[in-house]
């Protein structure tokens, strides 16, 4: 039982960077935008992170400055994609190249020093005292409540549940239906955007604040990739999202939890399961349920700029 | 005379090739200026890195060994990108094509003449068989290749990583984290440079003739522009697809060959200098066009070179992927741009 409660306790920590970059992802794909600069954002954020934490040490000030820089960040990536239609692949990969390469140059300085500050485990009174995992569940640091409780539930209620929310799915199904029905396609798309992208350098600081806790080149490690690779599987849907990345990051302490216990199999190769299982989880679904297809589709106007008048 | 820019559906090909070259000064200057704010002098290092770099045939030499792997790496990029498909894996089917070949190398014994092809052909499959899956999963069940393929690379770093610190770690003990030195080379054509450079010359101008004199190239070139217009036209686009992303896997997988037996001769961890990811530069720089490979392979290289030259000034290579980065944002943007024309705006009667 120590085993499945300890095992519970990293998947839903290690799970919470994957969730908020895809929670992220899920905003601005649901406007019709694909920004492949997840693993940018996140790299961004994480060193913001430190760097804050370095300075004053707050780890909520260290958040708020990698929103902050996501948000800030993602306005561009939105005046290139949104406003100037710039192609959002190659955006996004820019983005991605240029936040990773930015993030090591910078990085250098703090690299391999633990954080100053970080967001510690909070046991919540009474819940925590639960039996079996009861502790694994309720003794995780406050942000992972936010991730996985206030966040997704948030978001699918404003999705789904009112009509800023179904005006904001329409931008992404079929922007010329919606821009006809007077909704401002453009600002839609730009302020989501920018605001998933902020999520996605929030994860960056959950990772250096709350989960590695400290900042090393390569930290992010493709996360931002598996979180964009998880909003597929997870159908565009915010609360499939954080379960998905629940999932994902099962996957993730299974590897920590064999190196911890030598087994054996050499580390590099339990390092290779998250990314093995993402593959395998994106495409076996599909070809298990050819139903599931239909119901989980992207976003119909998914990765097109959308031009008001082509004359 | 009022005027008003108006969006038309391809752009005229000077002002393209016009946007290109202001997209990477645009770039080239912002990374100075980043570079100046941090207290170098951006017009001394930019001297000196002519200098290093035209300036001896050292110089050119270090250049002809960057610019090979990132022929063949744009190359790949290239290839899938002309039936519409996104190789962003060809990191890691570079380092499946080098895997491959330094366990040919390593374990086949035989003399050189024949392990090298031998290393050769299997450094092809190790890249095709590294992309294999993901391409059915892309024909047979639509699943995005952009996302499958890149997060391969993790693997096939990992993978590189694992045999040559453990079961395939130097048994001499003459290099850390690397395997013994593979005793069939590339043989070198001109200093430092080896034959894999006109090798990779040659293999780009192959696939582009295949590409433009082919039956299969104009399939694959039609199906890539319009898939719904090659399907009712009968082009078989699910096949064409599948050989295209083989292709474009083994390509990569070649480079990582090449790089192995030409260059390096040991598999160790970083054995990419982030050749696949600059490669997706070089395919993008090239505007689907053999030479424009061969010169945005040039560009990368010198770039490339450049940072390994300033390494002293404090920057490394992941100021170059930043830069990098910088030039394929300005690229983009300044693609789009090239669409608008500015028209002049008609008085009504």
Redesign the interface.
């Known amino acids: 039982m120590d085993i499945i409660a300890g095992l519970l306790q990293t998947s839903i920590l290690a799970g919470g960077v994957l969730a908020l970059a895809a929670l992220g992802e899920v905003l601005s794909e649901r406007v019709g935008v694909v920004n492949?600069g997840v693993e940018?954002l996140m790299a961004l954020g994480a060193i913001t992170a430190i760097a804050i934490v370095t300075a004053t040490p707050s780890p909520v000030l260290g958040l708020i400055g990698a929103l902050g820089v996501g948000f800030g960040v993602g306005m561009i990536f939105a005046s290139?994609t949104v406003v100037?239609?710039?192609?959002q692949?190659?955006?996004g990969?820019?983005?991605?190249?240029?936040?990773?390469?930015?993030?090591?140059?910078i990085g250098?300085a703090y690299s391999g020093m633990p954080a100053r500050a970080t967001f510690a485990p909070v046991a919540i009174p009474y819940l925590s005292d639960i039996p079996l995992l009861g502790r694994a569940v309720f003794t995780q640091n406050i942000l992972v409540y936010l991730i996985y409780l206030v966040l997704p539930v948030t978001l699918h209620f404003i999705m789904f549940r009112t009509r800023h929310g179904l005006n904001l799915r329409a931008v992404g199904e079929n922007p010329a239906a919606a821009d006809a029905a007077g909704i401002a396609v453009q600002k839609f798309r730009f302020w989501y955007v920018a605001a998933g992208s902020s999520l996605a350098s929030g994860a960056g600081a959950y990772l250096t604040l709350a989960f590695v806790p400290s900042w090393s080149?390569g930290v992010v490690?493709?996360r931002g990739?598996?979180a964009?690779?998880l909003v597929?599987f997870a159908g565009y849907r915010p609360i499939n999202a954080v379960l998905a990345a629940l999932l994902f990051g099962a996957i993730t302490s299974l590897g920590f939890v064999g190196q911890a216990r030598n087994w054996p199999i050499?580390a590099?190769?339990l390092?290779?399961l998250p990314?093995?299982g993402?593959?395998a989880l994106?495409?076996v679904p599909?070809?298990a349920w050819h139903r599931v297809?239909r119901l989980m589709a992207a976003p119909a106007a998914l990765g097109m700029p959308y031009?008001r008048d082509?004359? | 005379m009022a005027v008003r820019f108006q969006y038309f559906p391809s752009p005229q090909p000077a002002v393209a090739l016009l946007a290109r070259g202001l997209a990477i000064v645009l770039a080239l200057v912002c990374a100075g200026l980043v570079l100046g704010a941090s207290g170098a002098s951006p017009i001394m290092l930019g001297l000196r890195v002519i200098q290093s770099t035209f300036g001896s045939s050292f110089g050119l030499q270090d250049v002809g060994l960057l610019v090979t792997p990132l022929i063949l790496t744009g190359l790949s990029v290239a290839v899938a990108l002309k039936i519409g498909a996104w190789n962003i894996g060809a990191e890691g089917q570079f380092y499946a094509g080098a895997f491959a070949a330094t366990g040919i190398g390593l374990f086949i014994p035989g003399p050189t003449v024949v392990i090298l092809p031998l290393m050769f052909v299997g450094g092809a499959l190790g890249g095709l068989v590294w992309i294999l899956i993901l391409t059915l999963a892309r024909a047979y069940a639509g699943v995005s290749e952009l996302i499958t393929t890149l997060l391969l690379n993790f693997v096939g770093i990992l993978l590189a990583y694992y045999v040559s610190t453990g079961p395939w770690l130097d048994p001499g003990g003459h290099a850390l984290g690397a395997t013994a030195r593979v005793r069939h080379s590339v043989p070198e054509i001109w200093g430092d440079v080896h034959w894999g450079f006109p090798l990779a010359i040659l293999l780009t101008l192959l696939v582009a003739g295949a590409l433009n004199f082919t039956r299969w190239g104009y399939e694959v070139r039609l199906a890539g522009s319009n898939a719904q217009a090659a399907l009712y036209a009968g082009i078989p686009f699910r096949r064409h697809l599948i050989t295209v992303m083989l292709l474009s896997g083994s390509i990569a997988g070649i480079a990582g060959m090449l790089e192995l037996a030409g260059t390096v001769h040991r598999l160790q961890g970083g054995i990419s200098n982030n050749f696949g990811y600059l490669g997706i530069m070089v395919a993008v720089l090239a505007r689907g066009s053999a030479l424009g490979v061969l010169a945005g392979a040039a560009l990368m290289a010198v770039i490339l070179n450049s940072g390994i030259i300033l390494q002293t000034q404090g920057l490394n290579t992941s100021t170059v992927l930043a830069i990098t980065g910088l030039i394929l944002f300005f690229t983009a943007i300044g693609d789009e741009l090239a669409h608008y024309r500015i028209v002049p705006v008609e008085s009504k009667k």
């Open positions: 492949l940018g290139a100037l239609r710039a192609n692949v190659l955006c990969l820019a983005l991605t190249l240029m936040g990773t390469g930015l993030a090591a140059t250098k080149e490690a493709g990739w598996i964009v690779a597929i050499a590099p190769i390092s290779m990314y093995l993402t593959i994106i495409i599909v070809l297809r031009y082509i004359r």
